[in-house]
């Protein structure tokens, strides 16, 4: 008779306390391939860590999220919200859905502008905008969101000087429900800011208000916000056109809706507590039936989303580097990705299995990375399987922020790549290496 | 090394710590260990026993076993200062 396989020697406490409503922990599944490609032979082909990103998923949550507004607005656009994630190749599968671009800088604008966006069909958003910026991108006719009044005076000079209308939208703040109001944005609407700031726009005539804006916050998993940050958006909209007769041409109600991901504080796993693009786009077409306007004039409704639509696309691949066993008795999992590429463990509870069949008791486990810092740690107690060194796991859901907040610190970083919806795969941004580094780095002659 | 003797432990792996009332859950390897212990064998004994016991290839065995030992020290089932011999 032939003997066991060796399997390393487990000793896991029960714990005990009161059940939770969900009865036991669901159990873990591993996950061998990413769009039908074996997540080994990615490896194999581009290293580890890995950055990989889904085609078909990035197209499926764009067309769910632009047709569950299409169902209840006539017009809608939907603009890629370019922090998210500006890896050309990234930008590129939305542009060609119809995207147009969100950016909040110069280099963003520089990168649309990149890949083939006109500049009329890119929003400028955010509290960064200097007069060398404006004066590069006013010719084009990029749509301006005004954050501030100097901003504004700003614009209005620029306008003489360079003998051009801009078309600009005031961007809003406002408390809405329980909601932390992001008040550091754009022009106050509860104490009259935001009206002031239209009507100096409309009275002036040398701006053309076009829009309205207003970003929420992030991640949010009320869909309720947004009905009362549509109606008072639209009271706002009423407002301005009794006063001057203005018609705006769009009503842009931001980004915020959320990933499948799990914030730290949240007590759901995504799959539950993450409402659908149906829930959002049914409570702001409630709060925007406030609008008065004529018919076949209605604006045009904006969505700047990034996070929605190209978090559950990203899986990040890394592999054990070592098992350790830590003075609390957990299981302390060495791997070679730390929060210098996840950034988004900060946040999160990140999603993470197993990228191999497993077998063996699962033990509460913390995941390092590999940075020589306390801090770096993408993912704290979780019931994880026995894993040998060699052996991969996979983070799903980190396609939002990671490759854009990521750092290059103590380690290179990784490469990403992207499988096609016809399961074709290929690298869309290289690791980095020593020259990669070196080639912006100068020594003065009298070193 | 009482309170390890003491421990009531399943063919299925449940066991059962009269001393405090607690419960675990031993794999198959960790089971064999904790066999080996309750008779006083050194790092070598443990070793060539689970080489008996299981197909082996190339697992560092004495660093589990120490992995065992301290998850068994943490748990209170073995003194703190327990070390296996050898």
Request: charged letters at 25%; a neutral charge; proline letters at 5%.
């Amino acid at each position: 008779m032939s003997r066991p396989l060796y399997d390393r020697p487990i000793l896991a406490r029960h714990q005990t306390g009161l059940m939770n409503k969900f009865s036991r922990v669901a159990s873990m599944q591993p996950q061998t391939h990413i769009d039908g490609v074996p997540v080994q032979t990615l490896t194999e082909a581009y290293g580890s860590p890995l950055f990989v990103f889904s085609e078909k998923t990035m197209v499926a949550r764009y067309r769910e999220l632009r047709d569950a507004f299409a169902r209840r607005f006539s017009k809608v656009r939907v603009t890629w919200s370019y922090k998210t994630n500006y890896l050309d190749a990234i930008c590129k599968v939305f542009h060609r859905e119809g995207a147009w671009a969100e950016v909040v800088s110069e280099f963003e604008w520089e990168k649309a502008r990149h890949n083939g966006v006109p500049g009329e069909r890119i929003h400028l958003n955010g509290p960064l905008k200097t007069e060398a910026t404006l004066r590069r991108v006013l010719p084009e006719g990029t749509l301006i969101h005004v954050d501030n009044f100097d901003e504004l005076a700003l614009l209005e000079r620029l306008a003489d000087e360079l003998h051009l209308t801009p078309k600009v939208a005031v961007r809003v703040n406002m408390s809405v429900g329980s909601l932390t109001a992001w008040s550091r944005f754009g022009f106050n609407l509860e104490s009259g800011q935001a009206m002031t700031a239209a009507n100096r726009i409309l009275a002036g005539k040398r701006l053309e208000l076009v829009g309205l804006h207003c970003h929420l916050g992030t991640f949010i998993l009320d869909p309720d916000s947004y009905r009362e940050q549509a109606a008072k958006l639209a009271g706002l909209a009423n407002e301005l056109r009794r006063a001057h007769g203005a018609i705006l041409s769009f009503i842009d109600i931001g980004g915020g809706f959320a990933s499948h991901s799990k914030l730290k504080a949240q007590y759901l796993p995504g799959e539950q507590a993450t409402p659908g693009f149906d829930r959002y786009a049914a409570a702001c077409a409630e709060g925007m039936a406030a609008l008065d306007y004529p018919a076949g004039q209605e604006p045009t409704i904006v969505l700047e989303s990034g996070r929605a639509l190209v978090d559950d696309a990203g899986t990040l691949i890394s592999t054990v580097i070592a098992n350790k066993r830590m003075p609390d008795g957990q299981r302390g999992l060495v791997i070679d990705a730390g929060v210098n590429v996840l950034f988004t463990s900060f946040w999160y509870d990140h999603d993470v299995v197993p990228a191999q069949p497993f077998g063996g008791i699962s033990e509460p486990t913390v995941m390092y990375g590999p940075l020589c810092m306390n801090i770096d740690v993408v993912r704290d107690t979780i019931q994880f399987p026995p894993m040998r060194t060699g052996e991969q796991v996979v983070f799903r859901n980190v396609g939002a922020y990671n490759v854009t907040q990521w750092m290059q610190f103590i380690t290179y970083r990784p490469a990403v790549v992207i499988i096609g919806a016809d399961g074709r795969h290929g690298i869309i941004r290289k690791r980095e290496q020593l020259e990669t580094l070196l080639a912006s780095e100068e020594v003065p002659s009298w070193l | 090394m009482q309170r390890l003797r003491d421990l009531a432990i399943s063919d299925s792996g449940f066991v059962f710590d009269p001393f405090s009332g607690a419960t675990y859950t031993v794999n198959g390897t960790a089971q064999v260990l904790l066999d080996g212990l309750k008779r006083g064998l050194d790092r070598d004994g443990l070793v060539a026993l689970l080489r008996e016991r299981f197909e082996c290839s190339t697992e560092d065995l004495p660093r589990d076993i120490d992995d065992l030992v301290q998850s068994l020290r943490m748990f209170g089932l073995v003194p703190g200062g327990f070390e296996v011999r050898g």
